[in-house]
Structure formats: C-alpha cells, structure tokens
C-alpha cells in the first residue's frame, strides 16, 4: 500500500512548492512502493523556520515538566504502534523485524528518559565572593534546532536529537534522510498526536543539498544537530562554523574487536557476528574490523567463517531472515568496490565476496557476508569505513598491538576488547581512543541513558544521549542578585570584606 505523504509546516500537511515528488522504495523487494515525498527546497525550508520562530515565542515558556508531560504520552504512542512502526522501516532500509523493533524501542526509551529529564535540567549555584549576594545558574532553551539524520537509525537517532531539543524548549525544523522519510514522517504524527503545538516541529523533506544546505545556511537556525557521514559533517560544520552556529556532529566509524588468547571464543563470536552483520554492517557503531591474537586466529576464524556462511539473507519482514539487503543500490556498489579493493591490497576473500542474485534477491540490493583475512594496518580496507556486510580481520602479536591498531585509524567512535584478564580490560578502557569501549561485548547497543559519540574525526566532541545532549540544546544563563543594598565591585570590594 503506497502513500502520498507531506511536510508538516505550521501544524499543516503540505505539498512541497515544486510539486516534484520522490519515491521510496523496499530495497528488499524494489516492486513494493511505500509511498511518495515532496521534493522540497529553500521555500519549505523558509517556511518551516519561520514557523518554528513563531512557535518558539510560546514553546520556550511552557514549564519544562509540561513538556515532558507531552514526551511521555509520545513514548506511549510509540509503543502502542510499535509494530507498525517497525514494519515500515523494516521495508523502507531493509533491517529485519528483530533490529527495527529495537530501533523503536530506542526511541520509546528515549521519550520516556527526556520526560524524565525535565524534571532535572540541573545547574548550579555557587557562592558568591561578595557578602549579600547570590550566584545562580541555569538552563535557557538556544531557539530554533535544525535536525538532520541518516537512515540506519531511522527512529532512534531523529529521537534522540528532537526529544532533547524538545525538551530545552527548543522548536524543531526536521530533515530526515531521503532514504527513510516513511519512518520519519511516522514520528512527526506521533509528536503531533501527543500535543506538541503547532509550529514547534515541522519536517521538509528533500535531498541534502536542497534542504539540509539552507537549513544549516538559515540565520533563523540557531543550533544544528547532525548524524551522517564524515563527508558532510565537514561541509556543514564549516558552513555553521562561518555563522557561528553551535553544531553537533555525530560521524562515521572504523570500529574494532579485539579477541585475546584468554576470551571466551564462543562469547566473541556471537559478539562478532552481532556487530558485523547486524543491520547489514551499516551502523556507525558496526564491527568493522577484527583485531586477533595470533594465539587464536586460526581457530576464531575457522568458527567464524563457517556461522557467516549460514547467515540466512533475505527480506527483514520474514522472521527467520538474519541480515537483510544494503538499503540502496549506491551503497550495494560501494560495498563491491571495497571487495575489489580489498582483493588488490593483497587480502584474502574467506567468505562471501558477492552480490546475491537469483529468484527475490534480484528484486534488492542484497550482499553476502564477506569476511576478509590476512589485512594488513594502513591498508584501505582497513582504513575506510564502508559501510557493509565487510570484516577485516588483522592477525596480532600482543595486547600492545593491537590495541596500537585499533587506535590507529581517523575514526574513534566504538570499540570492543573481549578477555577474561580483568588487567588487560581496564588497560584497554584507558588506552583505547574511542567515545564508547565494550568489554566482552559488541560494538553495538547504546543505551538511551548513557552518552553517545566518538572521539576524533567521529565527531566534534559533543555527545547525544544521556544527559550530556540536554547541556548541547541549551545555553546557560548566569544570573547575580545583589542583595545588600549597595554598589558592590568584583574583584575590587572583596579585599573590604
Ligand atoms: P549522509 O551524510 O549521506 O546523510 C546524512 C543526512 O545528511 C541525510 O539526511 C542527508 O540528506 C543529509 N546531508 C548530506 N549532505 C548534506 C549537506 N552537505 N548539508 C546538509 N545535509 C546533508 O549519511 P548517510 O548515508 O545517510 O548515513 C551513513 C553515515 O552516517 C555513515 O558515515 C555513518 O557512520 C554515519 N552515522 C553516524 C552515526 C554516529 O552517531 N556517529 C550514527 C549513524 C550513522
């Protein structure tokens, strides 16, 4: 069943101005049609900011646990229509049943920990150093918040970036990834159904250079929030940076596992499987790379090949399927083009290696799980993030070493040491240059309350999730009441004290 959706300006479904509409597709089964999406542009944007101007005028003074009155009824929402939910993302990127239903879950998480959070939006007061006087500080709503999001985590990461700014008392201009706007569109009902008013979130959706570009570029967009790739968070953050916009980037990854001699090999290669093959390896948090102990390698990998070889791939909507297609045909060539390159680096294919044809699979961009062996630290293979259904594994000598390469990528944003030797494990947290390290887990599975990012070109240092997302969608005023009834100077008056 196929739908004509809109953007949502002003607390009304509209056309976009140019009438053009975009179609969104099953990459599992390309016949399946879920619906078609206005092809905006600087007009809609224009509008959707100034809504969120007008609005923001109301919003900012709505008591902040009013506001999480509202978040609450939205998680209640979400998982009333959980399934549903998760059977529309599962056919428009393709993940299966189990990982869309987490996806949501997430942002029911989510709803109800910003409810939470309302309540908190702590600061401080401190002493003053003059007598008669009070120093307070506390949390101010920044204004406009301009949303943009990828499609992996097409529920969870519009989340966890709207529901804070929400939260803040932020208004909301929305622009989902053009590959998942059934999903995102979703959530705006939902948002609206609670009782957000009109005007405090609006999406238009449309290509990042049409929408994405004039909503980072609009003087009426006071702070940008972005999760995507490396290559556009430069872009925005130097257009951003030119206005002095205050942006959080949330990048790509090159995620490692560790496995020493001691680990419990049956335990990592669950972890392994989980973090490679999981939404087809396209998560920023994904298993890209396997770092071995020499002392198992051989043993890790022959287990491994064999459980990747039975992985069942398929459409996500059958329950028994365990990874399902690339969610595009763009992505499905790069992640061939990493094959090729891999095979002339020198790397040895020990399992997958191809797209899946024949019968369904020529219906979707499917590809098989592919394992590499024998990839040296420097190569592309090992360098890139790609994105796939593509492991790197990379054969070490010693806890050093590994760790030396694990660290020695542009990326910093996940990682996993699985061991029994609890000195090892606590070397690792402290050495390991990465926003997030697992022990004797994978490299995927954020909680809604403990904060998210990476280190160096992940990201610009801020993190979503927990509480530190509620310090980025706010400013901090510092207020000083004199009351001593006379002119009292800083720095000069206290020595009189
Ligand atoms: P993408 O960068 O192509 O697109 C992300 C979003 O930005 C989309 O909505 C897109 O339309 C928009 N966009 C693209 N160029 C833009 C520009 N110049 N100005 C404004 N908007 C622009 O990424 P994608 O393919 O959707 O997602 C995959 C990437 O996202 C991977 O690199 C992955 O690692 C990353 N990612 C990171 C995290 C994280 O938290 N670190 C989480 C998920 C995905």
Redesign the pocket.
């Not at 943009?148 to 985590?153: K, M, S, Y």
């Given at each position: 069943m196929s739908r004509e959706y809109k953007n949502f300006i002003a607390g009304e479904w509209v056309d976009a101005a140019s009438g053009e509409r975009v179609e969104n597709r099953n990459p599992a089964d390309r016949d399946d049609l879920i619906g078609t999406f206005p092809k905006s542009g600087e007009a809609e944007v224009n509008a959707a900011v100034a809504a969120a101007r007008e609005a923001y005028k109301k919003w900012r003074l709505v008591p902040a646990p009013i506001r999480g009155e509202i978040l609450k009824k939205v998680g209640d929402i979400m998982t009333a229509h959980k399934e549903d939910i998760a059977r529309v993302m599962t056919r428009e990127m393709g993940k299966v049943l189990k990982e869309t239903r987490g996806d949501t879950q997430e942002g029911i998480d989510t709803a109800y920990y910003a409810a939470s959070e309302t309540r908190r939006l702590f600061s401080h007061t401190t002493p003053s150093e003059l007598p008669n006087k009070m120093n307070i500080s506390f949390r101010m709503p920044i204004g406009v918040a301009g949303i943009?999001?990828?499609?992996?985590?097409p529920m969870a990461?519009p989340t966890w970036k709207i529901f804070p700014a929400l939260a803040c008392g932020n208004t909301v201009v929305f622009?989902?990834?053009?590959?998942t706007p059934a999903t995102a569109t979703t959530l705006v009902e939902i948002l609206a159904e609670a009782g957000v008013p009109e005007g405090v979130v609006n999406i238009v959706h449309g290509?990042?250079?049409k929408v994405?570009?004039p909503?980072?570029a609009h003087p009426g967009v006071n702070v940008i929030s972005?999760?995507?790739?490396?290559?556009?968070?430069k872009?925005?953050y130097s257009l951003a940076g030119s206005k002095l916009k205050r942006v959080s980037l949330?990048?790509?990854?090159k995620n490692a596992v560790i496995v020493m001699p001691d680990a419990d090999l049956d335990l990592a290669l669950e972890g392994v499987l989980w973090g490679a093959f999981g939404t087809t390896g396209q998560?920023?948090t994904a298993t890209s790379r396997l770092i071995l102990h020499e002392a198992v390698h051989d043993k890790f990998v022959a287990m491994l090949v064999e459980r990747a070889n039975r992985l069942k791939v398929g459409n996500g909507l059958d329950e028994s399927v365990e990874m399902g297609p690339c969610v595009n045909q763009g992505q499905l060539n790069v992640v061939e083009e990493y094959v090729q390159i891999g095979k002339g680096e020198g790397a040895q294919l020990v399992a997958g290696g191809s797209r899946l044809t024949g019968g369904a699979y020529d219906k979707g961009t499917f590809h098989q799980a592919t394992i590499f062996t024998g990839v040296k630290p420097g190569m592309r293979l090992e360098q890139e993030?790609i994105?796939g259904p593509v492991l790197s594994v990379i054969k070490v000598q010693s806890f050093d070493e590994a760790v030396t390469v694990l660290n020695d990528t542009a990326y910093g944003?996940s990682s996993s040491i699985y061991t029994r030797d609890v000195n090892l494990a606590f070397k690792a947290v402290r050495d390991i240059e990465c926003g997030i390290t697992y022990v004797n887990g994978p490299t995927i599975g954020a909680e809604a309350h403990m904060p998210?990012?990476?280190m160096k070109e992940?990201?610009n240092g801020h993190r979503?999730g927990g509480w530190q997302v509620y310090e980025f969608f706010s400013e901090t005023k510092t207020v000083y009441v004199d009351f001593s009834g006379k002119l009292q100077k800083a720095q000069i008056d206290t020595e009189q004290v």
């Open positions: 943009i999001t990828p499609w992996n985590f990461i622009k989902p990834a053009s590959d290509s990042g250079s994405g570009t909503l980072v972005f999760t995507g790739s490396s290559e556009a968070g872009q925005i949330e990048l790509g990854g998560r920023c993030e994105f944003l998210f990012g990476g992940t990201g979503e």
